[in-house]
């Protein structure tokens, strides 16, 4: 079984009164394609950026290759 190489646990993110994430859980593996699709506001964007540290969940954790 691979690995998970990204995992979010449980992550939740709002801009002012507006969610747009709500308690997201992913596992990413090694080798693994993954594709974001849906329409706008949904937080496709505000997903890769919590993915790469450049936002912060308001709850949740992000955790890479096991660790955060």
């Known amino acids: 079984m691979e690995q998970n190489i990204i995992e979010i646990k449980g992550v939740s993110k709002s801009f002012e009164d507006n969610c747009v994430l709500d308690n997201l859980t992913l596992n990413i593996k090694k080798n693994e394609f ?26 949740g954790e992000v955790l890479f290759n096991g660790t955060d």
């Open 34 to 59: 993954l594709t974001l699709l849906g329409p706008s506001g949904c937080g496709k964007t505000t997903t890769l950026k919590i993915i790469a540290g450049f936002e912060d969940a308001d709850k």
